[in-house]
Nanobody, 113 residues
Framework: QVQLVESGGGLVQAGGSLRLSCAASVSRFSIRTASWYRQAPEKQRELVAA???????NYVDFAKGRFTISRDNAKNTVYLQMNSLKPEDTAVYYC???????WGQGTQVTVSA
């Protein structure tokens, strides 16, 4: 059974940083593209960043220059380093894996002004 467990969220002041982690219990993690999404209150879930098994990365515009996605295939874990956080980054952050349709429980990120 595939499980995704996100962690690392919290309350931080604007301009601060957080590092999110997503541990996956899944076979062949290293070949799967991993992504981070977020969902703010009353908004749709949106893509933040993605990383292929080979390490190629893509970011949506609001994440460029502030967020860094990475992965450790030996640990079946994907990370999201978030710097220069803004109040509009407040959301529940979820990870997602290619070939898996489920979601973890997410981790709450709250950025105060």
């Amino acid at each position: 059974q595939v499980q995704l467990v996100e962690s690392g969220g919290g309350l931080v002041q604007a301009g601060g940083s957080l590092r999110l982690s997503c541990a996956a219990s899944v076979s062949r993690f290293s070949i799967r593209t991993a992504s981070w999404y977020r969902q703010a209150p009353e908004k749709q879930r949106e893509l933040v960043a993605a990383i292929t098994g080979g390490g190629s990365v893509n970011y949506v515009d609001f994440a460029k220059g502030r967020f860094t996605i990475s992965r450790d295939n030996a640990k079946n874990t994907v990370y999201l380093q978030m710097n220069s956080l803004k109040p509009e980054d407040t959301a529940v952050y979820y990870c997602n894996l290619q070939f898996f349709n489920g979601w973890g429980q997410g981790t709450q990120v709250t950025v105060s002004a």
